[in-house]
């Protein structure tokens, strides 16, 4: 039998997240003069000493020894789609992008003492980190072409390089940096090794925070110049780099189109409210037919958004391979985000493109989700690579429609 319901304990946390965002986070966030960001800043450590103490809603995703719910995928859907809904959420609880990764990947390839000395701040909030990989010579949709490279000297390697958009950058105790340390792998996708380098450190240099078409965001340009990690900051083995960053951005691209669902959710939800309150030609929009066929679009991919999203989940919780439902998942919530705040944007005209609603701000938000983590053609790309292989394998493309028992 298929159970689409949550356990009562995971629907608890759930709509306590829902109630901690409605009556704690958003209204604080709202109140925040806009762009004052020192202001922002204090209000998120105060609602974290909230959500930790008062609400009991602290880092979801780790397990209990870490301090955490030990909340697994599905549920994660489920507080993260709630979180998502206030821009600070996620932050507050502390399973934000890149921590929420980066605790991720240190939990399943950290040493012990890695764990103790990186992990374990960062559950505990007391510090962020961010994770370096992205290079602006070359494309950062093909890993493989990395030229930040790192060389052995001793107990130390010496690292020099460029990197951009690394998010958090700015205030990060400490990165996960992807460098080149093979010259003649066996395979080109086994060149590159992650290290844990200790920010701020010489040679590690941010040379600006990027301005982008909403605003600076602290996603930095970096500088790397004779930057010395010690050996032991190794995370995972020499030439791992690029099977480490796999098994990171696959849950942590899931965990963004959680957050995703969260955003279009508000999005329709203001669509639907504004159609009922606007009146033209004798009636309301809600009445016309054309409005309705915006909603009714938005209202379909949503449920598809939530659908795609609950199976993958499901099946990085069964310990399934999950690499082909993540990804059109991911390619399909990215766009359907941007369609709905875009719809949500047309139903309230002028109003819509100010600032005075939060849809122009979440529509130039969006508009990197279908290129970040995997840009919309590379899933393309790697979709259509398994449905012709399962075709030629099996004689029918059912094995790359989301493995599904139909
Ligand atoms: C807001 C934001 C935050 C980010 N945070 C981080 C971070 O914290 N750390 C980090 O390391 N990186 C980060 N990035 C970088 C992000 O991961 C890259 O933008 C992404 O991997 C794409 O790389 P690129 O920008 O170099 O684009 P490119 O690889 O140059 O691709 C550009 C375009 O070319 C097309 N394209 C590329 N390859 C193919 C192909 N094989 N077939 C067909 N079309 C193709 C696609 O349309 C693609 O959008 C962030 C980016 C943004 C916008």
């Not at 209204?27 to 450590?45: F, K, S």
């Not at 489920?78 to 399973?95: D, H, Q, T």
């Not at 010496?158 to 400490?174: D, L």
């Amino acid at each position: 039998m298929i159970d689409f319901t949550f356990p009562p304990e995971v629907d608890d946390v759930r709509l306590r997240v829902r109630r901690f965002m409605d009556e704690e986070v958003r209204p604080a966030h709202d109140a925040v003069p806009h762009g004052d960001r020192r202001a922002l800043v204090a209000e998120i450590v105060r609602l974290r000493g909230r959500a930790r103490d008062h609400w009991n809603l602290w880092l979801p995703h780790m397990p209990a020894e870490w301090g955490g719910m030990g909340l697994g995928p599905t549920a994660m859907a489920a507080v993260s789609a709630e979180a998502g809904k206030v821009p600070i959420g996620p932050y507050v609880l502390n399973a934000q992008a890149p921590d929420e990764g980066n605790q991720h990947t240190l939990l399943h390839w950290g040493t012990e003492e890695q764990k103790e000395r990186y992990l374990r701040p960062s559950c505990e909030g007391r510090v962020r980190s961010c994770f370096a990989m992205t290079e602006p010579e070359v494309a950062g949709s093909d890993p493989t072409l990395i030229r930040t490279r790192a060389e052995r000297d001793g107990d130390e390697w010496v690292v020099n390089g460029h990197k951009w958009f690394i998010s958090g950058a700015r205030g990060a105790s400490f990165a996960l940096l992807v460098a080149r340390t093979e010259d003649d792998p066996d395979v080109p996708q086994a060149a590159n090794s992650c290290f844990i380098v200790d920010l701020p450190s010489d040679g590690w240099e941010v040379v600006r925070d990027i301005e982008t078409m909403s605003g600076s965001h602290n996603h930095c340009e970096i500088r790397i110049t004779d930057l010395r990690v010690p050996a032991a900051n190794m995370l995972g083995g020499r030439g791992q780099g690029h099977l480490l960053g796999q098994y990171r951005l696959g849950p942590a691209r899931l965990a963004h189109c959680m957050r995703w669902i969260g955003q279009a959710e508000s999005a329709l939800d203001m669509m639907v409210a504004r159609s009922l309150e606007r009146y033209s030609h004798g009636s309301v929009l809600a009445e016309k037919q054309g409005i309705q066929w915006l909603i009714a679009d938005s209202a379909v991919e949503l449920y598809q958004c939530k659908l795609m999203v609950l199976h993958a989940a499901y099946r990085i919780e069964h310990g399934l391979d999950f690499v082909a439902e993540v990804s059109m998942a991911k390619h399909f919530v990215a766009n359907s985000l941007w369609r709905i705040v875009d719809r949500a944007i047309q139903v309230h005209g002028a109003l819509g493109y100010s600032t005075d609603t939060p849809l122009a701000s979440m529509l130039r938000q969006a508009r990197w989700s279908r290129f970040a983590d995997g840009a919309d053609e590379i899933h393309q790309m790697r979709i259509a690579q398994r449905t012709i292989a399962a075709f030629r394998d099996h004689g029918t493309t059912r094995t790359a429609t989301g493995s599904l028992p139909l």
